[in-house]
């Protein structure tokens, strides 16, 4: 399938390219009918943590009660640009997955939640959504169907947490996004108090291509349960840095050899976070003989997250690196939990520390156990999204802190 | 102040929300697209204007980090500074600006025109290092890409 069109991005463009006939073909299926498809194809939640779609849809309660579809558009996971790239190239896919979304889950009102900084991003999709509405694929009785659907536009502000869904719901209802307790999970009491579906750019993106092919066709894209394409963001110093659409399953080697063009001339790689910022850091040589996908990355102890890939190479300090991490999740606790708001500051200041020169090798330790004690303490994963990276940057690149404690760091302590 | 501009459209965005409350995020865009930054007088006039409390806009207003609480130039530069772009040399190019600008983070050119701030990721890392100069994205910045950029800017006042 194609994710992301080559060519101009208005409607035409994408009609022609068969826009739009996955949602007539949808008005000729039962609601139920459409879940099922999605159940069938295995797509699992594209932002993150992979939580299988068409599970997550038939969560909500089947009664005539208001319902909710939000867009996630909130991309801030350090690494990640893939959502973007489809906002840029092919935003009809979204519109088209929304409304199809909204129509199984019986939702006649979408929000798309996208993060402040993307004010072109925001006047892209409100192109779209005009462009939807003039062609009758969004507002009432939608192409003589029966079914009612609108969307509108909520820009951000400058939040990484507001990615976690319920603090996007909270900030959508214009308060803090502070995430919530769990249970009630939103598909019972969601936004408003309403039964809500929040999807990923790249999940709602895709379930056009599953309604046309079918989810069974879909499943066999891919290995395994991670069943078809995913969309990969890389930055960091390969030749052709930028995202790809590849099928899971597909091994590192290859992509990094034949899509990435290998490194930049001069550099060597060192390490590889496949799945954005929070997902443990793995070796070169763990990159080398690992497949992408959810179980392949899972079993070397790593995630494939949102698709986020930050390739390192030998010129850059892991200290460094995670320094900046810290100072990231520090900044971005929304300060609720004492073990992620507290646990993310004596993080932030014993790297510091490490990263001057300034500490004992006792420090290395703490600086685990701290993160030791964040995991799974807290109500949303951000606490986590730290401790990862702190515990794999320690456990695998352990000399590194000590020739920083030692100041013999080739990197940051040459004259 | 709440500018001409606000006064005009304010309305007009309440009506796309459900609740009310909603549109506090969408306001506080508004003024600030109009004026640069959002001062206590601005929540003083939003909150008697839209009747909800000062302090509920103020906790909104404190939460989000695009949201500039005091004065900053006509041309705000924000400096992406997590991981992609500091291994594409961000902190360089900080230097770089804090040089040809001088001024120090969080602080204004004499001509009012140029303040900088660094940020955490703002989603462009293929890209990097990257950018933004009130809501427009440079991307592959480098110094002579800046000088050019802040040149522009500059003629163009």
Known sequence: MNIILKENF???????????????????????????????????????????TGLKWSFIPKTNSQKYIVCNSDESEPGT??????????????????IIAGYAIGATKGYFYIRGEFAREARIIEKTIYEAKEAGFLGKNILKSGFDFDITIVRGAGA???????????????????????????????????????????????????????????????????????????????????????????????????NLGGMKDGEKLKAVIVGGSSVPVITADE???????????????????????????????????LYV??????????????????????????????????????????????????????????????????????????????????????????? | MLGEDFKKNYKNIMEKFEKKESSIIALLHLIQKENGYILEEDIDELSKLIEIPYSRIKSVLTFYTMFNQKKVGKYHIQICRNISCHMAGSKKLENYIKEKLEIEEGEITKDGLFSYTTVECLGACGNAPVIMINETYYENVNEKKLDEIINNLRTKK
């Open chain 1, 10 to 52: 208005d409607i035409k463009t994408y009609i022609t390219n068969g826009g739009y006939n996955a949602l007539k073909k949808a008005f000729t299926m039962k609601p139920e009918d459409i879940i099922e498809e999605v159940k069938k194809s295995n797509l699992r939640g594209r932002g993150g943590a992979g939580f299988p």
């Open chain 1, 287 to 321: 990159a080398m003989k690992v497949n992408l996908d959810y179980e392949s990355l899972s079993s070397i102890g790593t995630m494939l997250g949102s698709g986020g890939m930050i390739i390192i190479s030998e010129s850059q300090c892991m200290v460094d690196l």
């Open chain 1, 81 to 98: 640009f893939k959502d973007r790239e489809i906002i840029h190239k092919n935003p009809h896919s979204i519109i088209e997955g929304m």
């Open chain 1, 325 to 415: 991490l810290a100072r990231f999740y520090h900044h971005e606790s929304c300060g609720q939990c004492t073990p992620c708001r507290e646990g993310s500051g004596w993080i932030e200041k014993i790297i510091k520390n490490i990263l001057i020169g300034d500490a004992k090798v006792s420090d290395i330790d703490l600086l685990y156990e701290i993160a030791e004690n964040m995991m799974g303490k807290t109500i949303c994963p951000l606490a986590d999204a730290l401790a990862m990276p702190v515990m794999s940057f320690v456990k695998k690149f352990r000399n590194e802190f000590e020739s920083h404690i030692t100041k013999e760091c080739k990197i940051c302590f040459r004259k």
């Open chain 1, 160 to 258: 990484y947490i507001c990615g976690e869904e319920t603090a996007l719901l909270e900030s959508i209802e214009g308060k803090q996004g502070k995430p919530r307790i769990k249970p009630p999970f939103p598909a019972v009491k969601g936004l408003f108090g309403c039964p809500t579906v929040i999807n990923n750019v790249e999940t709602l993106a895709t379930v056009p291509y599953i309604i046309i092919a079918g989810g069974e066709n879909y499943s066999k894209i891919g290995v395994g349960k991670s069943t078809g394409t995913k969309l990969f963001s890389v930055s960091g110093p390969v030749k052709k840095p930028g995202v790809y659409e590849i099928p899971l399953g597909t091994p590192f080697k290859k992509f990094f050899e034949e």
